[in-house]
Structures are given as C-alpha cells and as structure tokens.
C-alpha cells in the first residue's frame, strides 16, 4: 500500500460561504503566563463541503473548533470575527449564540461515552436539544412529544435500527459505533448547515470507523451538509475532505485541495505529516527483526488456551470474552493484538496487567502465574508492568496536576524523595516531547494527544 486512498466525493459544492473565519486569534491566561493557541487564523467552508482541520497536538486545531460554536473557557480571551451566516459568534449575545447553536452549527464530540450522560435515555438527550433550540425567542416551543417524534427521525437517519424503540435506551445499552451515531443524530437534530466534528473516529475500531465515515458522506451527499473535520487521520482526511488546512503552533501552514496537498505538499511540516502515515510494508520496527529472531530473549509473556469469563448476572449464564487464546511475547519484541470492539483484546491487556482475572488455562506474566493469583504476591511485580489505557482523558484525576499523577505510581512503589520525583517526572514529560513545565498544569489544560 503507497499510501491513503483519496476518495472521489462527487459532491457539488455551493458557492455560499456557511462559515468564515477571519484573523482569529485565542489567547488563554495562566498562572505561567499567556498562552497564544490561536495566532492568525482565516478560512471559510462553503456549504456541501468537507473542510479537514489536521495538525499535531496542540496545534490549536480544536481551540478553532471550539471557537466556532462559542466553547472556549472563561480563561480564554479571542480577537478576529467567526462568522456564520452572517452572524459573529464572537461578539454575539449569549441569547443569539444559544440560538445558533445547533439551528446553524453543532458539534459532534470525540468521545460519545462522554458526550452522553448515562442517567438519561438517548431519546431525552436529543430531545432537550430539540426543544431548548428549536423555538427561539418569541417562537413556539416545541412539545415533548413532538421532539420525541423528531430524535426518533434523527435515530433512522443516523442508522439506529428500530429508533422508535431504541429511543427509549441508555447510553450503555449502545456499542461505542452507535453511541457515536447517537451524538450524530443529536448534532443532526435541528438539521443545522454546518458540523464541527472533533476526532469523530478516534475511539472506534477501524471497522466502525468505516461506517461512521460513510454515515458522514452521507449526510454531506443527501442533505448538504458542510463539516469541519478536525484529526489527525491523514487517512480520514483522504477519505472524506475536499479541502485541507494544516495547523503548527496555532498557525495555518498549508492550505489546499485534499489530492493537491497529498500529491505535491509544498511546506516542509505538511511533508512530514504524510510522511509518518503508516504503510504496510515499510515498518521500521521491523528492520532487524530476523536478526534478533535467531537471538534467545526471554519470554515475558506466555499465554496457553487462555480463558477469561465474566459472571453472569440474575441467573444468565456467563460470558466467554476470551477462549482458549494462545501466544507468548518475549523481550523487546511489539507484539500487535488486534480486532474489532468486542473481540476480547483489551481483555487480555488488563489481564496481563492483573487487572482483569483469568478462569481458564494459562496466564504468564514475567514468570507468575496469573490464574488464581493472589494480589499479595503479585503486587511487587506492578511496578515492572506499565498500562495505557485508551481514554486519556478518563485516566487522570482532574483534581491533580500532571506531575503529581505522573510521580504517583514512583510514589506508591519506590518511595523518592520529592526532589527526586520532580527531577524524574520532568525526565518522562521530555522524553514524550512535553515541556517540564506541563508538570505544574491540570489535565484539562492539554489538548487530548497531549
């Protein structure tokens, strides 16, 4: 494979500008100072079209996005104009933005487990939106039953099988790809001119990706609609996009047709992006590998006709999530498990971690066995076994800083003094390219790669 497929939308394009963004700036305070997020940015999207927004992190793609719909913290101070139809979602009233949104632009977020609250029905959740948007001031407000009636059509076009009985489910009785049709759906639900979809594929497996992406066409073939796609997915960016703009440092570097920019990229950053894609068949990883293959390293992890069940409830029978798996991993060696959601993957990773416990066959972890295994004995060897989990978000407590939730685990485990945590956690932060000073911020201060 030499590289992403770049699909043939086929999609006309109007020449109505539905957004435009002119000389926006964003600026957030700081205890260490301003932070310029967002230092010059200008673009449009005409309606029918799909804008893709990539970047690495903290580029300052989503602060634009975020922007657009008039999401930026108290923190945050902006300068320019964001235009949609006509109206300045910068210098708008709070009554006018509450109007624009999701009549004229709605979003849809990164991850549909927490776009969602999990104490109401799905139904509900579009539903409020319907009916604290769709009247306006001085309009009629719309009835419960009627905004039922629209979030049962907004399910049907999004691809929920049997809406109006699902309508009535909780979040947690969806896969992670129909919890993301959900959030469409309610983005969908006052038929608005323009999506903002932030990372709209980055939690789902590769095969619901594919069927979200073709959702999104869709919904940009039948009904028009313009999207702001922000990723960093050059895949999904040759997928879907008709235009690109390329973001570093909170700067627009490059902007240009999907196949011009993948065919003949003219800025040195933009060339580097494409170059990192993956493609089968040239993996660095992999060079040396046979010489390492005749080399005896240890086997760190041995798995024989593993099994791992979770108990049934109220009388069900259990179920099987893995059966019977097989394989081991040795030292130094990547060893990739993969599958769609449901596939017991993730599974097996806790299982190794010991956080998952294993009923059947066996489990070998750096020479422990972990079938039965007692967290007594075994809890010498956590500090050997690191684990990152796939929400970053979900994985830190919010009222922490990042260098007290990085130091924590040396803590718990080798006991430094606090002048030694402090010089090991700035080590860590540079060595994934992070200042030592994101030690002192909080989790919601860094963009989601971060």
Known sequence: MSGPKITETGAPHGTERVLEIDHLKVTFATD????????????????????AIVGESGSGKTVTAKTILGLLPETATSGGAVLIN???????????????????????????????????????????????HAGGPGGKRVSARDAKARAIEALRKVGIPDPEHRVNYYPHQFSGGQKQRVVIAAALALNPG???????????????????????????????????????????????????????????????????????????????????????????????????AHQDSPVLVEATNLTIEYPGRLGTPAFKAVDGVSFTVSQGEVFGLVGESGSGKTTIGRAIAGLNR?????????????????????????????FVFQDPAASFNPQLTIGDCVAEPMIIHTKPSPAQARKRVAELLESVQLPASYAQRFPHELSGGQ
């Open 32 to 51: 260490g100072g301003d932070v310029y997020a967002v230092k010059d940015v200008s673009l449009d999207v005409r309606s029918g079209e799909v804008l």
């Open 86 to 132: 006509g109206n300045n979602v910068i210098s708008v009233s709070a009554s006018k933005l509450r109007q624009i949104r999701g009549r004229d632009v709605a979003m849809v977020f990164q991850e549909p487990s927490t776009a969602l609250n999990p104490v109401f029905t799905v139904g509900w959740q579009i539903a409020e939106g319907i009916r604290a």
């Open 194 to 292: 323009l999506i903002v979809a932030d990372e709209p594929t980055t939690a789902l497996d590769v095969t619901v990706q594919a069927e979200i992406l073709e959702l999104l066409r869709d919904l940009r073939d039948k009904y028009g609609t313009s999207i702001v796609l922000i990723t960093h997915n050059m895949g999904v960016v040759a997928d879907l996009a008709d235009r690109v703009v390329v973001m570093y440092q909170g700067d627009v570097v490059e902007e240009a047709p999907v196949r011009v920019l993948f065919a003949e990229p003219k800025q040195d950053y933009t060339r580097k992006l494409l170059a990192a894609v993956p493609h089968l068949g040239r993996n660095s990883a992999s060079e040396g590998l046979l010489e390492r």
């Open 358 to 386: 294993t009923t059947g066959g066996s489990l070998k972890v750096l020479g422990y066995e972990m079938l039965n295994f007692k967290e007594r004995t075994f809890r010498p060897l956590r500090k050997d076994i690191g």
